[in-house]
């Protein structure tokens, strides 16, 4: 069985899950251990022989089904990815159950302090947004120091606390992005690693993964759009108030928007492929593009959202679920468009015109 349809059948139990995921908050025990036997968390580990395009492909597949499963493979396998940069002694630590799962908060909210002479850390702080972090045994957080730059700690679950009712919000429920407290907990200094090594070569991968569930969020409403047009075409046809021309339509153009955000994310997966640490101008282009993809995919699930009748308010709704899950997912700040555009917008400018 391919890559694809492991993560299709995957993403059938997780939809058939998606409502009891919602009202617990986070994944539901058996799309995980469904997702680990298919190895979908572990795609991005050194030596899988997947490449970037084949993960986001997953990633999407399975957010079809349901937007969390998608997005919290994307954090299990690209952080995965990350403890691949890490010295061997703390990989062989951390994977000596090869399906452990590694969640993160990158943002440097917390703090680290080293020891040079002990060659210990000491990390503390309050890390929101730790997607997943109720299935993981690691987690990756964002240290500011006091001099040098930031960096990212590896912990345990024994060294930090989750705290369980931080994840209260409209849409993306079933990730239980919960924030993590650490109490100047002490960890060996090979746990940390400089931004200028793990993180900022790695700015455009780590921005691009995350569109792939929004992808996938999208797909499924033009997905069960075009199943409600089916359903209602007769009534439709019938009623003299209904315009089923201008519904067509509608679907038509959000599913070219979603098929346009595909090509787009695809083809900067593939360039990654070759390079996951590219140029400036690469990497500044590939966070547009990410950025333009979640624009188009957002504007696709809102039209058909808005195109479904009031039926579509109810909860537990499939489309208004698909709806506050892809809303969820755009809001991320490395999926803004002002801020991911305008810094290309400037280098094309200044390639004319000569830095300001």
Same mark, same amino acid.
């Given at each position: 069985?391919?890559?694809?349809?492991?993560? #299709?059948?995957?993403?059938?139990?997780?939809?058939?899950? &998606?409502?009891?995921?919602?009202?617990?908050?986070?994944?539901?025990?058996?799309?995980?251990?469904?997702m680990q036997k298919k190895k979908l968390p572990q795609m991005?580990?050194?030596?899988?022989?997947?490449?970037?395009?084949? *993960?986001?492909?997953?990633?999407?597949?399975?957010?079809?089904?349901?937007?969390? &499963?998608?997005?919290?493979?994307?954090?299990?396998?690209?952080?995965?990815?990350?403890?691949?940069?890490?010295?061997?002694?703390?990989?062989?630590?951390?994977?000596?159950?090869?399906?452990?799962?590694?969640?993160?908060?990158?943002?440097?909210?917390?703090?680290?302090?080293?020891?040079?002479?002990?060659?210990?850390?000491?990390?503390?702080?309050?890390?929101? *947004?730790?997607?997943?972090?109720?299935?993981?045994?690691?987690?990756?957080?964002?240290?500011?120091?006091?001099?040098?730059?930031?960096?990212?700690?590896?912990?345990?679950?024994?060294?930090?606390?989750?705290?369980?009712?931080?994840?209260?919000?409209?849409?993306?429920?079933?990730?239980?992005?919960?924030?993590?407290?650490?109490?100047?907990?002490?960890?060996?200094?090979? #746990?940390?690693?400089? *931004?200028?090594?793990?993180?900022?070569?790695?700015?455009?991968?780590?921005?691009?993964?995350?569109?792939?569930?929004?992808?996938?969020?999208?797909?499924?409403?033009?997905?069960?759009?075009?199943?409600?047009?089916?359903?209602?075409?007769?009534?439709?046809?019938?009623?003299?108030?209904?315009?089923?021309?201008?519904?067509?339509?509608?679907?038509?153009?959000?599913?070219?928007?979603?098929?346009?955000? #595909?090509?787009?994310?695809?083809?900067?997966?593939?360039?990654?492929?070759?390079?996951?640490?590219?140029?400036?101008?690469?990497?500044?282009?590939?966070?547009?593009?990410?950025?333009?993809?979640?624009?188009?995919?957002?504007?696709?699930?809102?039209?058909?959202?808005?195109?479904?009748?009031?039926?579509?308010?109810?909860?537990?709704?499939?489309?208004?679920?698909?709806? #506050?899950?892809?809303? &969820?997912?755009?809001?991320h700040a490395q999926l803004s468009w002002d801020r991911l &555009?305008?810094?290309?917008?400037?280098?094309?400018?200044?390639?004319?015109?000569?830095?300001?």
């Amino acid at each position: 069985m391919s890559i694809s349809a492991s993560a #299709r059948s995957v993403s059938e139990t997780a939809k058939a899950f &998606a409502i009891e995921t919602e009202d617990k908050g986070r994944l539901q025990p058996e799309v995980v251990q469904l997702m680990q036997k298919k190895k979908l968390p572990q795609m991005l580990k050194q030596k899988s022989g997947h490449s970037i395009r084949d *993960f986001v492909e997953v990633c999407s597949i399975l957010a079809e089904g349901c937007m969390s &499963a998608g997005w919290c493979n994307f954090v299990w396998g690209m952080h995965n990815y990350l403890i691949g940069l890490y010295p061997k002694t703390v990989q062989n630590q951390v994977w000596e159950n090869e399906e452990t799962l590694v969640s993160a908060s990158l943002n440097p909210s917390g703090n680290s302090k080293v020891d040079t002479k002990t060659k210990k850390a000491t990390v503390s702080g309050r890390w929101s *947004f730790n997607s997943g972090c109720d299935h993981a045994e690691w987690l990756l957080l964002g240290c500011k120091q006091e001099k040098g730059e930031p960096t990212l700690a590896l912990l345990h679950k024994s060294e930090y606390r989750v705290l369980e009712d931080s994840w209260n919000v409209m849409g993306l429920k079933g990730t239980g992005s919960k924030d993590v407290v650490v109490d100047n907990v002490v960890v060996p200094s090979d #746990r940390l690693l400089p *931004f200028s090594i793990v993180i900022i070569p790695l700015k455009a991968l780590l921005t691009l993964v995350i569109v792939g569930p929004v992808l996938g969020g999208a797909q499924s409403a033009v997905t069960r759009f075009t199943e409600l047009l089916v359903e209602k075409k007769t009534a439709l046809e019938k009623d003299p108030f209904s315009n089923i021309d201008s519904l067509i339509l509608k679907l038509s153009e959000a599913s070219a928007e979603v098929d346009a955000a #595909r090509a787009i994310v695809l083809n900067a997966a593939e360039i990654l492929d070759k390079n996951p640490r590219p140029d400036e101008k690469t990497d500044l282009k590939i966070h547009r593009d990410t950025a333009f993809a979640a624009k188009l995919c957002n504007s696709a699930t809102r039209r058909l959202f808005e195109s479904s009748g009031g039926n579509a308010l109810h909860q537990h709704n499939e489309m208004e679920r698909i709806f #506050r899950d892809v809303s &969820a997912g755009c809001n991320h700040a490395q999926l803004s468009w002002d801020r991911l &555009a305008i810094p290309y917008g400037k280098l094309l400018v200044e390639q004319i015109a000569g830095p300001a």
